[in-house]
C-alpha cells in the first residue's frame, strides 16, 4: 500500500507543477487535518471543510501559482516530500517562491492529514524517517 501512498501524492502535484489544482481534493478524507508551518500567514490546524477553505484561499491569493513536488521517500502510511513553489501575490507584479516539505499521512487510500514544514528535519522527524 506505500507505493500506492507514494503515487497518490505524485497524481495530486503532477498537475499542480503546471498550474492545475483541480485534482488536489480527489484523494483526502472528509476529516482530513492541513497544518501549516508556522511562519505562513494564518498558521494553524484546519480539519474538513476549514482545511479545504485555507487551501484554497492560499492557491486563489497567487497569480501565475505553481507547486512542483519532489524527493518522494515511502514512511509506509506517511509520504515525505519537498515542494517548491513559485506565484505573485494577487495584485503584484513580484514574483515569490517557497521551499517547503510535506508529511502526508494516508488511511485507507486517501490522505488524513497533510503537514508542511519550513524545515526538511522537521518533516523527516514527524514522517518517522532520519536523514
Known amino acids: 500500500m506505500s507505493q500506492e501512498n507514494v503515487e497518490a501524492v505524485r497524481a495530486i502535484f503532477e498537475p499542480t507543477a503546471r498550474g492545475d489544482f483541480s485534482r488536489w481534493f480527489d484523494k483526502v478524507t472528509d476529516d482530513f487535518v492541513f497544518v501549516t508551518s508556522p511562519d505562513i500567514?494564518?498558521?494553524?490546524?484546519?480539519q474538513g471543510e476549514a482545511g479545504r477553505a485555507w487551501v484554497t484561499a492560499w492557491v486563489e491569493s497567487?497569480?501565475?501559482h505553481t507547486i512542483e513536488a519532489s524527493d518522494f521517500i515511502d514512511g509506509g502510511d506517511k509520504v515525505f516530500f519537498e515542494i517548491f513553489q513559485r506565484g505573485r501575490p494577487r495584485?503584484?507584479?513580484v514574483p515569490v517562491e517557497g521551499r517547503w516539505w510535506v508529511v502526508m499521512t494516508f488511511r485507507g487510500g486517501a490522505a488524513a492529514r497533510i503537514e508542511v514544514f519550513d524545515k526538511r528535519g522537521l518533516a523527516l522527524e514527524a514522517a518517522g524517517l532520519s536523514e
Open 62 to 64: 497567487f497569480e501565475g
Open 91 to 93: 495584485g503584484s507584479e
Open 41 to 46: 500567514p494564518d498558521a494553524g490546524t484546519y
